[in-house]
């Protein structure tokens, strides 16, 4: 690969694949194809340097348009967003594998090399994620499957399509399970957002409005891992080019309750709020963490951002956008209504 291949990245309007686009020109790549649903206005991150197309990849005819001439292809456009949204939108998110299916017959269609693929921990089997003691999560444990309704679903079939299209095409199709992503220029409102954005908003919204309460969706027992966003990035170019064939964790494994999580971001903001908790709102499986052994073995490296670290930076963002919704200001990172409901 050569930094002048042609790289194309869908998604990338939105937080993870805005943010890959600014790796990819930080590390040289100079014909880079950016490809997203959204108006550019709503782009998260947007870069003149860059081929910006806003086109549908519900369309099979827009999947063409972004593959032509590529080397690489980054497919990371989906409908997604936190448990609020999945779980009111099964649809919706089931429909995305239009998206990945278009996009490998057109990566095949117009000769791509390197196909990566964006799946979920949503994929695992929901029996082995009953424990609150936050129970790592091995490869093997998306099977006998029984994902999350709708949106894991769809990832993993959208996993085994990646893998008969290497099989059966020679398509270098890699597959990374990433668990919850979190930092700057991610989603932080408008129904989309996931926990460690959600936290920190109200946390802050808290402290600005000096009403010192916060809502907290479930029982805050529930535990997850958070990795931050510059180790996904990096996780996502490491196994892009490496000789994993099956789909691989990438995910932090410092699990912490969202009542811990609640404690770091409260930490950072310096107060400390009454919790009410929401027992009706989604909350998702009760433990998920990332069991990093495979990654290990296979890259001798893992997700290792501390979450505190990673949550400061996220917090001081999310404030800047907050103070900046306020006054009305240009710059704030805003959902784009993809669809109707
Ligand atoms: P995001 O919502 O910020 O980005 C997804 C982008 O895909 C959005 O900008 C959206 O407009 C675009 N999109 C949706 N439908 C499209 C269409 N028909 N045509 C073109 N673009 C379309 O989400 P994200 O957090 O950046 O997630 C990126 C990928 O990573 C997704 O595939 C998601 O499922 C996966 N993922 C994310 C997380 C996480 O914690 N953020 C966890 C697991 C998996």
């Given at each position: 690969?050569?930094?002048n291949d042609?790289v194309?990245v869908t998604g990338?309007?939105?937080?993870?694949?805005?943010s890959?686009?600014?790796a990819?020109?930080n590390h040289?790549?100079?014909?880079?194809?950016?490809?997203?649903?959204?108006?550019?206005?709503y782009?998260?991150q947007?870069?003149?340097?860059?081929?910006?197309?806003?086109?549908?990849?519900?369309e099979?005819?827009n999947?063409?348009?972004?593959?032509?001439g590529?080397?690489?292809?980054?497919?990371?456009?989906?409908?997604m967003?936190?448990?609020?949204?999945?779980?009111k939108?099964?649809?919706?998110?089931?429909?995305s594998v239009?998206?990945?299916?278009?996009?490998?017959?057109?990566a095949?269609?117009?000769?791509?090399?390197?196909?990566?693929?964006?799946?979920?921990?949503?994929?695992?089997n929901g029996?082995?994620?009953k424990?609150f003691e936050a129970?790592?999560?091995k490869e093997?444990?998306?099977?006998?499957?029984?994902?999350?309704?709708?949106?894991?679903w769809?990832?993993?079939?959208?996993?085994?399509?990646?893998?008969?299209?290497?099989?059966?095409?020679g398509?270098?199709?890699?597959v990374?399970?990433?668990?919850?992503?979190?930092?700057?220029?991610?989603?932080w409102?408008?129904?989309?957002e996931?926990?460690?954005a959600?936290?920190?908003?109200?946390?802050?919204?808290?402290?600005?409005?000096?009403?010192?309460?916060?809502?907290?969706w479930?029982?805050?027992h529930?535990?997850?891992?958070?990795?931050?966003i510059?180790?996904?990035?990096e996780?996502v170019?490491k196994?892009?080019?490496?000789?994993?064939?099956?789909?691989?964790n990438?995910g932090?494994?410092?699990?912490?309750?969202?009542?811990?999580?609640?404690d770091?971001?409260?930490?950072?903001?310096?107060?400390r709020?009454?919790r009410?908790?929401d027992?009706?709102a989604?909350?998702?499986?009760?433990?998920?963490?990332?069991?990093n052994?495979l990654i290990?073995?296979?890259?001798?490296?893992?997700?290792?951002?501390p979450?505190?670290?990673?949550?400061?930076?996220?917090?001081a963002?999310?404030?800047?956008?907050?103070?900046?919704?306020e006054?009305?200001a240009?710059?704030?990172?805003?959902?784009?209504?993809?669809?109707?409901s």
């Amino acid at each position: 690969m050569s930094h002048n291949d042609q790289v194309v990245v869908t998604g990338a309007g939105g937080f993870i694949a805005g943010s890959l686009v600014a790796a990819l020109r930080n590390h040289g790549y100079r014909r880079i194809r950016a490809v997203d649903i959204k108006p550019l206005a709503y782009w998260y991150q947007r870069f003149d340097d860059v081929e910006n197309l806003s086109l549908d990849l519900n369309e099979k005819e827009n999947c063409e348009i972004a593959a032509r001439g590529a080397r690489e292809i980054y497919n990371l456009a989906a409908n997604m967003g936190g448990m609020g949204f999945i779980e009111k939108n099964k649809a919706v998110c089931m429909l995305s594998v239009l998206i990945n299916t278009q996009m490998l017959q057109s990566a095949v269609k117009y000769g791509a090399t390197r196909y990566f693929y964006s799946s979920s921990a949503c994929v695992y089997n929901g029996d082995k994620q009953k424990s609150f003691e936050a129970p790592l999560l091995k490869e093997e444990d998306a099977y006998p499957a029984l994902a999350e309704d709708g949106y894991g679903w769809e990832k993993l079939f959208s996993e085994r399509m990646c893998r008969h299209f290497r099989e059966d095409f020679g398509l270098y199709t890699r597959v990374a399970r990433f668990h919850n992503v979190y930092g700057p220029w991610g989603t932080w409102f408008g129904g989309r957002e996931k926990a460690p954005a959600a936290i920190c908003r109200k946390v802050i919204e808290a402290k600005l409005t000096a009403k010192h309460e916060i809502e907290i969706w479930g029982t805050g027992h529930q535990t997850r891992s958070f990795m931050y966003i510059d180790d996904c990035l990096e996780g996502v170019q490491k196994i892009m080019n490496s000789e994993i064939l099956e789909p691989i964790n990438l995910g932090s494994s410092e699990a912490v309750s969202i009542n811990q999580l609640v404690d770091l971001v409260e930490g950072i903001a310096g107060i400390r709020l009454e919790r009410k908790y929401d027992l009706d709102a989604p909350r998702g499986v009760n433990g998920r963490n990332s069991d990093n052994t495979l990654i290990k073995r296979y890259l001798n490296w893992e997700p290792s951002i501390p979450l505190q670290m990673g949550l400061e930076k996220t917090y001081a963002w999310i404030y800047d956008q907050c103070l900046a919704r306020e006054k009305g200001a240009a710059g704030v990172v805003r959902e784009f209504a993809t669809i109707s409901s």
